[in-house]
């Protein structure tokens, strides 16, 4: 888990606070965007290990915004989890090509979860 990298894309600095605030306390290091338009640039700048993508990021979406990293030769085996409060959010996160998905609001524990078990096999 330490040394592990995080990027979070979300407009809700909410969310942004909070799971910056849970996953900082359990050791790893968080970068967020509120945007997803400079996604391969942001991605190439951070390194991360693992993505935390929202469906409603805004300029180009979350799904759009997924399909360019996974398409990307240097960025398709990063892990993303989709965020969405959107009810078909298990469609979308398929669409994506996204490794998996949690639906807003989610509970903190499997948000921490899914984020370990991602990292460790990746």
Not at 60 to 81: C, E, M, N, Y
Not at 99 to 115: G, H, Q, R, S
Request: aromatic content about 4%; charged content about 25%.
């Amino acid at each position: 888990m330490s040394n592990k990298t995080i990027l979070m894309l979300d407009d809700d600095k909410h969310v942004l606070e909070v799971c910056t605030i849970i996953l900082e306390t359990i050791g790893y290091r968080i970068e967020v965007s509120e945007t997803s338009h400079d996604i391969i640039e942001k991605v190439e700048e951070v390194q991360p290990d693992l993505i935390l993508m929202d469906n409603w990021i805004p300029k180009i979406g979350g799904v759009q915004a997924t399909r360019l990293l996974k398409s990307h030769p240097s960025f398709r085996d990063i892990p993303v989890i989709y965020l969405s409060a959107n009810t078909d959010i298990q469609q979308l996160a398929k669409q994506a090509g996204a490794d998996n998905y949690l639906a807003k609001p989610f509970d903190l524990e499997d948000l921490e979860n899914m984020v370990a078990d991602l990292l460790c096999c990746s």
